[in-house]
């Protein structure tokens, strides 16, 4: 495997996070208020987003830079068309050894399968409730949560394994709902990443007062069932691990608001329109659908990715107070979270 292009704190580049469409079926208020995306929001032209095509060739181009994970994100990436069959065409690349996709799980009964087939290695399912009214009022287009629940079972009736459940949790929202989902996924299987609420771009009225910490997350699950810390399975990993005592299985934190991880960060994100973009609290992307379509050849798409990465500096979340300052100062707006993907 080539050595990774690192940036300017010695990071490298391992992981590329690919967003393959700007839209979703729900509405949920973190990340696609309706207030926002309502009926007369323009999404982008078909035309302006990424063939397969180009997201392979892109894909291959940066694991010859160093990556050997992929993750395709929307947007909710099921609504692409044929989405399986990109994921067959990166399934092939030599070097990817982890191909992953993130979902809301609503069109996974009839998908999982064709997502096996096509070579997909695992999956991960966005579920942020367990209660049905909440979770309807959540992602505001009166989505049942047991849909979600069939999703999951699909998933893994198919072989789709590991799977993951990501929780956002939000004081006042649902953070009454973590002790039922850490019930709900002990002994299944399935690990449950639980996720600080965060100021990812400009819509979604981020307070800081509704950010549970992750360690108020773990202290309240360990009080009952009680935690043992796991090492990073591999470098780069966001997650903070704890599995049971009792060996019915493992939870994850995702902390960047107070545990920021931006020293061991190795991502970088392809919005749906295909621009590049090295945080996730980014505000400027690096137009490389312009060199796709343009007539750059490998090489000199590899130069322009390389470039990119090895004048990376962002810190954001270990500079969140700082950094947001700056950006009111000079009216700079963050992508929003359905462009560049989670």
């Known amino acids: 495997m080539p050595d990774p292009v690192r940036d300017t704190l010695d990071r490298p580049l391992r992981d590329l996070r690919i967003s393959v469409t700007d839209r979703c079926n729900f509405r949920c208020s973190y990340c696609m208020p309706r207030e926002v995306y309502g009926r007369e929001f323009a999404f982008l032209p078909r035309e302006d987003l990424l063939t397969f095509g180009e997201i392979e060739r892109l894909a291959r181009i940066a694991v010859s830079l160093g990556v050997t994970k992929v993750r395709i994100t929307g947007g909710e990436p099921l609504l692409r068309k044929d989405v399986h069959r990109l994921v067959g065409r990166l399934a092939g690349i030599e070097g990817i050894d982890d191909l992953a996709l993130t979902t809301n799980g609503a069109l996974l009964p009839r998908m999982a399968p064709r997502l096996r087939d096509a070579g997909l290695s695992r999956i991960t399912v966005s579920l942020d409730s367990l209660d049905d009214l909440a979770f ?93 810390p796991i090492a990073p399975a591999r470098p780069g990993e966001v997650a903070t691990r704890w599995r049971y005592v009792d060996g019915a299985g493992e939870i ?78 000079s009216g700079l707006k963050k992508i929003e979270m359905p462009r560049i993907g989670g």
């Open 252 to 329: 994850g934190t995702i902390a960047s608001v107070t545990e920021p991880f931006c020293g061991g960060c190795t991502r970088a994100r392809l919005s749906s329109d295909g621009k590049i973009f090295t945080c996730l609290f980014g505000t400027r992307g690096h137009d490389v659908r312009a060199l796709l379509r343009n007539g750059r050849d490998d090489a000199g798409i590899a130069d322009a990715l390389r470039g990119i990465w090895e004048n990376r500096e962002d810190r954001y979340s270990e500079l969140r107070a700082a950094g947001a300052e700056r950006m009111r100062e």
């Open 136 to 228: 309807r009022a959540m992602n505001d287009v009166d989505f049942p949560v047991a849909r979600v629940l069939e999703g999951i079972a699909a998933a893994k009736d198919a072989g789709l394994d590991p799977i993951k459940v990501n929780t956002v949790v939000r004081r006042g929202v649902n953070d009454g709902d973590v002790m039922a989902m850490a019930e709900r996924f002990r002994g299944t299987g399935i690990a449950i990443r639980f996720i600080e609420y965060m100021d990812v771009g400009e819509t979604n009225e981020w307070r800081r007062d509704e950010v549970v910490p992750a360690a108020e997350i773990r202290d309240r699950i360990a009080a009952r069932w009680p935690l043992e």
